[in-house]
């Protein structure tokens, strides 16, 4: 330990000393890696102590270089709030040791002024975004600014560095250190499988940081909910299990209820008041909120003074939030490891267990919630798939390094290529997004004479006019907003001056709302009046039961790895008597009815129901995947003359139907790869898919202007629609760059193609056909989703009740 | 062949086609309306690099509308040029199509509020407006009511909700009387049929065919939908 001593100064053991503290080894090591000068990734679980150990070894170094003026360390946050609570954090040890730091923190809601004074006089860190990071480095004094930069941290590494963000922080941390070739970054993340990718973000290609890992909290408690009372089969809302939940919440101190949508928490909200006879103090948090209520929910957690709070993925990260001991998701976890990192938030003591209850909401739920917690209880975790550096990034990147300096090429192209999304880049590719950033990269010269960047005579780019600059810090980010109303609250008398403002509301679906309708926000039911520019004027509607039911947000798709645990408890006989008895008996009858299916195989069920012909497929790929899959076998469907009328893709299976009986079709070729070729092609250049990713990339390679909260105000009279130039776009230059990189999101986002296509390569030669008379029991959850998509509304609730219990009844005979 | 559809204004029968220009059988004239040549280089001027093909995508509609309906007579409603520096800035190959298809009829420039003359070079005829038999073509639709008349200048689009879709299309207005129509250039954004804009203009029931891929498509004034939420703004 004596070197542990020399490692750590005096003023900072007897801090940890007069805390009754003693530093952690990883917190050591951190330190230790940075006087080494290297840079490093530190992998640690929530409570971990994961700030303080990122902070330390720059505290350290200020306290005994002292102050040199210059910016010293650079911190920077996925989360604005996290960028400005952390600061707070760190101020604590500073102000304790009466150490001669100065700590800022610098977001877009900073003042302009403390801004233009953070330029002048440095502060010694800087607690800031990734936006904001590009955003100083497109200012022409980037250089002075970050010449004596030490250390740069990335908090919560893991959540970003896969994005477009990460891609634009990663060719900024590139940039970074050209400025100043001798910093060290420090990643922190979460616990995750695998830390190459994040290893190989953190450096340029020469180098790699070192990985040091937290030693590992005590194993988390996981618990499945198992009821007595029928587990449904369908839905996700787990309305069985509500009171369950209630009961939980009731013998715990803290709980955090983890839902996946926005919708699905207002809905388990406003259930657990209705039954709330304690009165507990139970919030609600998700990201439509108003920011300001999503603060004061944070400061009461904080406080300790609720019992529960109903949140989404909006609490997944930040700062610790007091004494939360019990964590409960409600529907399939999706992944092992978010799970993990959700059940991380409970008990931020890493001695002791945290503690986890998971609620499925319907039968595969079950499966899929049993499937995590053994993953959990074995330390197994998922994956992330990486992806090639966005060019739409890239292409702004280049403009904001243009409006800083003038740059030459081949040290630009160099520096890219030290950005580890973008290592495999092409000089040809490279130089495509240099002319895209010049004149937009058209094949037709036609605007060589508006270039926005222009080569000096000294061979470097340099930008044309401060307007070209001006232009580029309006439009900087990859964030690109839905458009969205805000929602404001309004009296009875309907004057509509002010209204306090609950929340925001995607576009989409306020504009499919007339009048007069009622729906839930805010946990609360809110009648729609109208609305005026960007905002929608509400009123409380509390007796009235929402009539629209509900707006996406928030979905995650299955991970493979969960998938593939899924099928193998499917197929495993012995496994079985584990399982809830309900389920064991759905299993066992499927086994006798139908089949089921060896690990690697795809089962395939036909039969007739209704007068109808069915399809059905389960390859637990996810429900993008499966739409996907789903859209292009009924053009192939189609084509046989098999008269496909529709689809519905759920997250385990699909299912197809239509008016002949497909059981004689040749599956092998309808499943075969090569739908991935023309049919799809020829798909998507009819899909307004294309179109959506197309806007998005547009916007952030700077091809259209950001629309900003003040011009929304105007309404739509935009100057032109991005539909109509990717119109003429995909007409007279198909291979532009903007249009490779809206396939390549829409190939990512919308449509899982690399699963899709691992799909179709897993199952070639493998397909289990069933010719069924009738539905079978894994049929019953995709069945019932057909049921709900066309019939809708409160009156047909009877009827809808009474056709799925004949389907099961059906479905259920041996 | 293009799809289109049968309009009466003030008792002509007009053909209104599904990519937005209008012919004309009894005059055998075809109508087109704000083309707004070169608007991509005008935005490109300014730091916003359109895509360069907006004139020639607006020129193959016209020039296949040619084709297609072989008309005697084409009129041009004004709004060809998106502003007075496009015949400059203009690719020669677009620049000599454009030449060529003026001179292949007869060719009638009416003047729109962003052009006040076209470049010579291209020849036809100018006017302000024009009055041929029952119907008067002018750039943008008089304050007073005028029978018969078809202009352009709104670029009117309407929205209406489909199943749980919202749709939004470039439309033909009318009431019978008037008739408005949706503009032709590629970049040509839209002002939806419901804005105060339209105030007045109509006095009939207005109907808004909307352009689709296959066919146009009637709504009636009451199955439109304005672009926010806002409440109905009261039409006719």
């Known amino acids: 330990m004596t070197d542990d001593i020399r490692l750590l100064p005096q003023a900072f053991e007897d801090w940890f000393a007069a805390r009754g503290w003693a530093p952690r080894p990883h917190q050591l090591d951190c330190l230790r890696a940075s006087r080494a000068g290297r840079s490093h990734l530190l992998i640690a679980p929530t409570g971990g102590g994961k700030t303080l150990a990122g902070f330390l070894p720059s505290l350290v170094d200020l306290h005994e270089k002292g102050s040199s003026g210059a910016l010293h360390t650079l911190y920077v946050s996925p989360l604005k709030a996290l960028a400005v609570d952390i ?247 999706k992944g092992a490891s978010r799970l993990t990192q959700r059940i991380g938030r409970a008990n931020h003591r890493m001695d002791e267990p945290s503690s986890a209850l998971l609620i499925p909401g319907n039968r595969f739920e079950v499966l899929e919630c049993i499937a995590a917690k053994e993953a959990i209880d074995e330390g197994a975790l998922d994956g992330e798939e990486n992806r090639d550096g966005a060019l739409d990034v890239l292409a702004q990147h280049i403009l904001g390094v243009a409006c800083s300096a003038p740059f030459a090429p081949d040290d630009l192209y160099a520096e890219t290529i030290a950005a580890a999304p973008y290592r495999t880049l092409s000089r040809a590719a490279f130089d495509q997004a240099v002319d895209f950033a010049a004149t937009g990269g058209y094949a037709l010269k036609s605007y060589e004479r508006f270039r926005r960047i222009v080569k000096t005579p000294d061979g470097l780019f340099r930008i044309r006019n401060a307007h070209v600059a001006q232009q580029h810090r309006m439009n900087a980010g990859t964030i690109v907003d839905a458009p969205s109303y805000n929602i404001r609250l309004i009296g009875k008398s309907g004057r509509r001056t002010m209204g306090r403002k609950l929340g925001t509301m995607e576009e989409w679906f306020v504009e499919g709302l007339a009048p007069g309708d009622t729906f839930i926000f805010a946990g609360e039911v809110l009648r729609f009046e109208g609305a005026e520019g960007m905002d929608a004027f509400v009123t409380r509607a509390p007796d009235e039961e929402p009539r629209i039911p509900s707006w996406n947000g928030g979905k995650f798709p299955l991970t493979t790895y969960l998938a593939g645990r899924v099928r193998r408890m499917i197929h495993d006989e012995a496994n079985w008597p584990h399982l809830p008895e309900q389920l064991r008996e759905w299993l066992e009858i499927q086994r006798d009815v139908s089949l089921i299916p060896d690990i690697d195989e795809m089962l395939i069920e036909t039969f007739p129901h209704n007068n109808r012909h069915f399809l059905i497929c389960y390859p637990f790929d996810g429900r993008l995947a499966h739409q996907t899959l789903g859209t292009l076998l009924t053009r192939r469907l189609e084509r046989a003359g098999a008269q496909p009328l529709g689809f519905v893709p759920t997250e385990y299976s699909l299912s197809i139907w239509g008016r002949r009986d497909m059981s004689a079709l040749d599956m092998d070729a309808l499943f075969d790869e090569d739908m991935l070729g023309d049919d799809l092609e020829s798909w998507l250049s009819e899909s307004v898919l294309m179109k959506r990713t197309f806007r998005d990339c547009a916007v952030i390679a700077g091809l259209i202007d950001r629309r900003h909260p003040g011009q929304q105000k105007t309404g739509r009279q935009v100057a032109f629609s991005s539909d109509l130039i990717y119109d003429v776009l995909k007409e007279h230059e198909p291979d532009h760059l903007l249009m490779k990189a809206a396939w390549a999101d829409a190939a990512r986002g919308y449509l899982d193609l690399s699963r899709l296509q691992a799909l179709l390569t897993r199952v070639r030669g493998r397909l289990r056909h069933a010719r069924l008379t009738r539905v079978s029991p894994l049929a019953v959850p995709v069945m019932l989703e057909i049921n709900k998509e066309t019939i809708v509304g409160e009156a047909q609730e009877a009827m809808l009740k009474e056709a799925s219990d004949a389907l099961i009844a059906e479905a259920m005979r041996r | 062949m293009t799809p289109q559809t049968e309009i009466f204004v003030n008792l002509e029968r007009l053909v209104a086609l599904a990519n937005g220009a209008l012919y004309w059988p009894a005059r055998e004239t075809l109508i087109v309306s704000d083309l707004h040549f070169e608007k991509g280089s005008h935005f490109a001027m300014k730091g916003v690099f359109l895509p360069p093909y907006d004139t020639r995508a607006t020129l193959t509609r016209v020039a296949a509308m040619i084709r297609e309906l072989k008309p005697k007579t084409v009129i041009s409603l004004g709004d060809a040029f998106h502003d007075g520096g496009s015949e400059a800035r203009m690719e020669e190959q677009d620049a000599r199509l454009l030449e060529a298809m003026v001179a292949s009829v007869r060719w009638l420039w009416i003047l729109g509020n962003h052009d006040p003359a076209p470049p010579a070079r291209f020849g036809g005829d100018v006017e302000g407006a024009m009055l041929v038999g029952r119907l008067f073509f002018r750039h943008e639709a008089a304050a007073y009511h005028e029978r018969g008349e078809i202009s352009g200048h709104f670029h009117p689009v309407a929205r209406v909700r489909a199943e749980t879709r919202l749709i939004r299309r470039r439309c033909f207005a009318t009431d019978g009387e008037r008739l408005i129509m949706p503009a032709m250039g590629a970049y040509a954004g839209g002002l939806n049929i419901l804005d105060s804009a339209y105030d007045g203009i109509f006095r009939g029931a207005l109907t808004a065919w909307m352009l689709g891929e296959t066919g146009l498509y009637p709504f009636a004034a009451d199955r439109l939908l304005p672009d926010s939420g806002a409440q109905r703004r009261k039409v006719g």
């Open chain 1, 87 to 333: 600061a707070r954090n760190v101020e604590r040890p500073v102000a304790d040791m009466k150490l001669s730091i100065r700590i800022e923190a610098r977001t877009g809601d900073t003042p302009a002024h403390r801004r233009q004074r953070q330029k002048y006089a440095l502060p010694d860190m800087l607690l800031t975004t990734p936006e904001q990071v590009s955003l100083l480095l497109s200012h022409s004094d980037a250089g002075k600014f970050f010449s004596g930069l030490n250390a740069i941290i990335v908090d919560e590494l893991h959540s970003f560095h896969a994005t477009k963000r990460g891609h634009l922080l990663a060719l900024d941390l590139s940039r970074l250190r050209t400025l100043a070739p001798s910093v060290r970054t420090i990643g922190l993340s979460a616990t995750i499988p695998d830390p190459a990718p994040l290893l190989d973000y953190l450096t340029g290609p020469e180098t790699r940081a070192d990985l040091i890992r937290a030693a590992g909290g005590a194993q988390p408690k996981v618990h499945v909910l198992d009821v007595e009372r029928r587990i449904p089969w369908s839905g996700h809302s787990a309305r069985h299990a509500w009171r369950d939940v209630y009961g939980a919440i009731c013998a715990s101190k803290m709980t955090l209820v983890f839902v996946n949508t926005r919708s699905q928490a207002e809905m388990t909200f406003q259930a657990l008041w209705s039954m709330n006879d304690d009165n507990l103090p139970i919030a609600l948090h998700h990201g439509s909120l108003d920011v300001e209520q999503r603060r004061k929910v944070e400061a009461a957690m904080t406080r300790g003074v609720l019992r529960a709070v109903v949140c989404t993925s909006t609490l997944d990260l930040g700062i610790d939030w007091g004494d939360v001991d019990l964590v409960i998701q409600i529907g399939a976890p």
